[in-house]
Each structure stands twice: as C-alpha cells, then as structure tokens.
C-alpha cells in the first residue's frame, strides 16, 4: 500500500531530529506541503533543501517549509497555528512531535514539574486546540502526537504529561470524530536519536539494553515510527481514532 498526501498539507513540530524530522521529510517525499518547526531552524532549512533536490529528481512530491518558533512561549501555539495556515491555506494534518525528557527527583521544585508539563502537555493541546477549528470546517483531519511509556521506572515530568496528553486526546477525539477529525498518539519505544545516543553513548551500551529489553533485539529507526504516523494520517486510516499505539519493538509489557 502506498500513501499519497498530494494535495495534503501538514504542521510538524520538532522537526529538527530524530522522529520529528523524519515524519516531515516522508510527509514531503510522499506529495504533502509541510510547515516544519523547531528551535535550531538551520536543520529543517537542511531538510528543506535536500527534499526539494530529491523531488526534482524524482517529478513528484511536496515540499518542507522552515518556520523557527520556541514552544517555552506563551504565544508560540496560536502564532504558528496561524502561519502555517497563511503558508499553507490550511492545516490538514498536525504531528505533534516536540518534547523532552524531564526527570526529576522527589524533592522536585514546583517550577520544575510546571516545566517538564509546559512543553510536553500545555503547548501541545494549545497548538493542536489552535489548529482543529479549521479541521472541523474542512471536514478532514488528522492528529498524531508522539508521546511516551506507560510504564516510568522513575519520577519524569514528561512522563506524566504524556499521560495527560493519553487522557485528552481520548477525550478530544470523542467530540471531532463526527467532524473528519481523527486523533490518536504514539508510544516510541528506543528509538534513535539525539536524546537516545546521550543515554547510550556507545554500541556495547544500546546492545545490553536491546538484548535485556527489547524483544526485537535492537534498538528503533525514525522512519520505522513515522510509517505509523503517516499511515494514521492517511485517508486510509479514517476508521483509527482515539488510540495509544506503541512503537516499541514489543518492550511494553502491557497485554492492552
């Protein structure tokens, strides 16, 4: 089966790295016109050139649109929710992919759990609150929101707001189903990336976690995430909404 998002516009956030950039560049390999955000915006200018050389060569495709923003302030949701529709015409697909791991101690300050919460739960629902008036008037939408384990081993902010963000996009996508919109979030597992590589800096390290934990034996692609993503995006995913799905190389223990 292959996806076709021709004619398709998409917002992506933390587009710089890891699984972010990735569901932007096959997003654009695969006909959309994406917005792509992030901080280091010299990155996702990087992107934005290499796809548009790739899809000259290939006659088709979309393309990727470098847009800098800073989820930490308060007016980021509403101003990029408000380009992306002036760059695009309109939001037709939103992945939410900007966050951070925020692991704390038990004496944790009030502003460090109010932290870890700000980027990883209060900004995603404003972007994606920002974005789904214009959805519910066109009549088709999709929203995918990569989140995080069910299963903390630790105390993490950003665990904890990836849970509010299980709870609400349930929630949510009970009221804009009736209108084309479907909303569902991605559990990574191991995947590969900046933040993954600091954990385990070396290949003896990522293979003793891999073989302990990870039924599949080795640690995940990018890409490998962001086929789910985009399959949930898709047209043929329409009947697909309100779920947690993991991508995780069967880590979670969990039967359901």
């Known amino acids: 089966m292959e996806l076709n998002f021709e004619g ?17 560049r ?3 390999l695969s006909g959309a016109n994406v917005v792509a955000v992030a901080r280091r915006v010299e990155l996702v200018e990087q992107s934005a050139a290499e796809i548009a050389e790739q899809v000259a ?25 408000a380009e992306a529709q002036r760059l695009l015409g309109r939001v037709d697909i939103l992945m939410n992919a900007a966050g951070a791991s925020r692991p704390v101690p038990f004496e944790a300050t009030r502003d460090q759990w109010h932290e870890g919460m700000l980027l990883n739960f209060f900004r995603i629902r404003e972007l994606t609150h920002a ?12 929203i995918v929101t990569f989140t995080g384990t069910s299963e903390p081993r630790m105390l993490n902010a ?14 949510l996508s009970r009221e804009v189903a009736p209108y084309g919109v479907t909303m569902n979030c991605l559990q990574p597992g191991r995947i590969r990336s900046e933040q993954i ?4 800096p070396t290949p ?10 990870i039924p599949v034996g080795r640690f995940g692609e990018p890409e490998e995430i962001a086929a789910v993503a985009l399959f949930l995006a898709s047209d043929q995913a329409r009947y697909v909404t309100g779920t947690v799905i993991p991508v995780d190389g069967g880590s979670s ?3 359901f």
């Open 8 to 24: 398709r516009t998409a917002l992506v956030t933390g587009a710089s790295q890891g699984i972010g950039r990735t569901t932007a």
């Open 26 to 28: 096959m997003l654009a």
């Open 57 to 81: 060569r290939q006659g088709k495709g979309g393309k990727i649109i470098p847009l800098a923003a800073d989820f930490y302030d308060e007016a980021t949701p509403d101003r990029v929710a």
């Open 131 to 142: 974005v789904v008036p214009g959805m519910k008037q066109n009549g088709w939408g999709r």
């Open 158 to 171: 950003a665990f904890t707001a990836k849970a509010a963000v299980h709870v609400w996009s349930k929630g």
């Open 197 to 200: 590589s600091k954990r385990y």
């Open 204 to 213: 003896e390290s990522e293979r003793e976690y891999a073989q302990a934990e």
């Open 253 to 255: 223990r969990f039967a």
